[in-house]
């Protein structure tokens, strides 16, 4: 089979770190090419330097046996390449059909035609199964949309060669799956495609070849037919990591968090977003959230945490009524908050590692003295967290949080609110982006917190993550609280009925109309 | 070496090189324009007016800094709000109520005695600050957008300020205010022994010790952590518990007090000291947006990019000698704010130009 691209020798550096350090790789016409590697590794980075975002250091790359220099994104999509980056670029207040044609307008007497686009993009998005909805405000449609309307925008372009970084981190099972079909009709097609993901069952299921990168440097290319989980691990992290971590049986404490009747909807709607929820979490365990996307997980949470302010019903930390409180009197009454999404509320991006690290904590005595920052403490306090979390980046406390690896942000974030002295841990999605290793590590984290005495309250769209680590799982639906289950009493096929609604929990029958 | 290169690369400084391309440009174009218009004198007159701020040397440089002075201060008003998210364009109107009270106390109040000058330029500051807070809390609480307020809040500014003058302190004669009595001006703090012969004014030193503090609140006390951090993100501030509505107002106050100083700096100088009835805005408030946007909206960069256009001033005036109007500068300094405005083009240019790779910070 031919290479449709070669790269070789591939070296990077940022200051304080060598991103790559001559990489190679090839990719054949056809065939989906999974790279895989830890957080930080120099995956985007390598990918970022063939789509032209980033000059290399050193090295070469060759397109049909050519060499090219790529000049920029736009150099990239005339070439014939695609990419999905991990943080997804799309203009919130523009259609989906003004983003996908954004950069390459049809213009005509100096005014915008998206007439043609339009139609294109209604015929590719049928070809695909792609169902989206070309008018639709991109801020009115699903992560899981948005993430389509990447891809779109790459095949409106007629890319052959198709870069997606990281793109299932943030789908749903449900989209995952059918992400994975949009790649099969790709080869099909003869197209090819980069695949990066730290979940390693999607690269078993739709790889042909894996490469793995480790600290910068080529580690090799395996075979997906002839390899398996464990050693795709072990080439990547070193080690071999328990996927199960072990833990011991809970000891259970008094109610911490106390959720009664909390309801939201949005003003001048009848549909209650949250509907009459009811539900506790005890000192020492670890109560998650499952359902599927868009059934009420964010609102619920948003309420819980203060970023909805006008939910009614009660909610109480330790016995004391949170619901009028601000969030910074919430954050004080021993509640941490791991943000669903990260850029939007878990990190100022703009400010550097050390400043994030004390986001919610550098008005206190500690990080303060009449209203002057202590810069001394602050960076102690973070490098202490660095080191301990294993958040790499290039340049310790002082880098600019934008520069770092998605997978380092979350761990940062991590880091901070799970280092905070607080009764109740609130995380959404706490292992979005991390790789293997590192969910272990975060699982293990949780794990201790909740062995320290923490109630600890996690939203999560993976049954995997949810199934490892909690002790009762709370299961919502439309906005209810739809079963409250044991996961030894459980399993995946039974989460799976309540999810859609099928079925019932005792005690959460549906209330008489 | 790799290390300098490193620092070299790095965002800040490429930013740095982006402005000092703009002012290149900015000057060029005027240049062009002088050769368009009378191509016999333009070569001298360029040459006299790049120079002029140092002919006679010091004394020169006064004028650089009488100029600078006022636009020093409203261009640390506009950067300032700029960190917070908030685009300041009401710094005329906050300039021009700090300037009205600072005259009205100037000629009425003289029981201050050597103390009139003090209590008149604190008064500015509060009344600007006062003015400033209008916008930011309409802003805040309503989410009128900051541009609209504080463009309709200058004009209420200039017609109000025109009917105070009118009604309280007019010299019907000159159509004006009555002036301040020299002894109530800002004193020079002995600035005019050192730029002697000059129009220096004392009003510098006030700009300077506003410059500092404004560097201390930015990058060393928790409100400048806190105004930052909305203005780069205002949802993660408002996760992390920060209240961005207060912030915001508190914001649009300082950036109000500022250009209220500015005001007092103006019109309690020794040139100035009265306030006209005027029906056009002074110019020193937009002028500040300039000042703030070459100045990259780091306060030291704004006192050099102050000064640089108080340069222009002076220069500009030497033109008139060779037959151009003055306002061929103006021209000239809205170019090197609109090529300041188009940094990110010079900053690609300055990757090339300089062999830079634009990385560091900026995935
Ligand atoms: N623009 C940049 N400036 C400075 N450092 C950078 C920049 N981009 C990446 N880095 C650094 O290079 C290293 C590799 O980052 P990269 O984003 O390629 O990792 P990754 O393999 O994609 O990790 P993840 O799985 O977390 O997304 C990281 O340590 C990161 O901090
Ligand atoms: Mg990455």
Known sequence: MNNVLTMRNISKSFPGIKANDSISFELREGEVHAILGENGAGKSTLMNILFGIYKPDEGEILLNGEVVDIKGPNHAYELGLGMVHQHFQLVQNFTVTENIVLGIEDVRYGLISTKKARKKIIELSEK?????????????????????????????????????????????????????????????EG?????????????????????????????????????????????????????????????????????????????????????????????????????????????????????????????????????????????????????????????VLDYTLEYNLVLQEYFKERFQKHGVLQFDT?????????????????????????????????????????????????????TRGLDVGAIEYIHKQIIAERDKGKAVFVASLELDEIFNISDRILVIYEGQIVADLIPEDTSYEEIGLYMSGSKRGKGYEKNPV | MKKILYSLRSHKLLQVYSALIAIVAGLLFGLIILIVIDPSQAFPAFNSM??????????????????????????????????????????????????????????????????T??????????????????????????????????????????YLVNYFVKSSIYDGLNNRSLPVPRANIIPKFGLDVIFSHSNIQGGFLIAIIAMLIIYFILNKTVLGFELKAVGYNKDASKYAGINDKRRTIHAMMIAGALAGLAGASMYLSDSFTYINVQDSMPTQGFMGISVALLGLKDPIGILLAGLFFGYLQVGGQNMQLYGFAPQVIDVMTGMIVYFSALSLIFAKFAIRFFRLRNEGDDA
């Open chain 1, 191 to 347: 197209k090819s495609v980069i695949f990066i993901s730290h979940k390693l069952d999607e690269i078993m299921n739709v790889a042909d070849r894996c490469s793995v990168l480790k600290g910068g440097k080529y580690q090799g290319t395996l075979e997906i037919s002839k390899t398996d989980k464990n050693e795709l691990t072990r080439r990547m992290v070193g080690r071999v990591v328990d996927f199960k971590i072990a833990k011991k049986k809970p000891s259970i404490g008094d109610k911490v968090l106390e959720v009664t009747d909390l309801t939201y909807r949005l003003k001048g709607s009848d549909k209650a977003l949250l509907d009459n929820i009811s539900f506790h979490v005890k000192a020492g365990e670890v109560v998650s959230l499952a359902g599927i996307d868009g059934n009420g997980q964010t609102e619920l949470i948003y309420a819980l945490t203060g970023l909805i302010h006008n939910a009614e019903g009660s909610v109480r930390l330790n016995g004391k009524e949170l619901n009028q409180l601000s969030i910074r009197q919430r954050t004080m009454s021993g509640l941490s908050h791991i943000p669903e999404d990260r850029h939007k509320h878990g990190l």
């Open chain 2, 50 to 115: 790049l120079f002029a701020g140092f002919r006679r040397g010091l004394s020169s440089f006064g004028n650089v800094i009488f100029f600078a002075t006022p636009i020093v201060l409203t261009g640390l008003s506009v950067g300032f709000a700029f960190k917070t998210g908030l685009f300041n364009i009401g710094a005329t109107g906050q300039l021009l109520i700090g300037g009205f009270v600072a005259v009205y106390i100037g000629v009425t109040m003289t029981f201050f005695g050597p103390f």
């Open chain 1, 128 to 188: 695909y199964k792609l169902n989206v909805d070309p008018d639709a405000l991109i801020s009115d449609i699903s992560v899981g949309m948005q993430q389509r309307v990447e891809i779109l925008k790459v095949l409106y372009r007629n890319a052959d060669i198709l870069i997606l970084d990281e793109p299932t981190a943030v789908l749903t099972p449900q989209q995952i799956s059918d992400l994975m079909n949009i790649i099969k009709t790709f080869t099909k």
């Open chain 2, 117 to 158: 000058w003090v209590i008149a330029v604190i008064a500015a500051g509060i009344f600007g600050a006062l003015w400033g807070i209008i916008p930011g809390i309409l802003k805040a609480y309503k989410g009128v957008h900051e541009v609209v307020t504080t463009i309709m809040m200058n004009y209420i500014a200039l």
């Open chain 1, 378 to 430: 602050i960076t102690e306090h973070s490098e202490a967290l660095i080191s301990s979390f294993d958040i790499r980046s290039g340049r310790g406390p002082k880098t600019t949080a934008k520069s770092m690896s998605g997978g380092n942000q979350q761990k940062a974030i991590l880091a901070r609110e799970i280092s905070r002295s607080s009764d109740l841990l609130i995380a959404v999605q706490p």
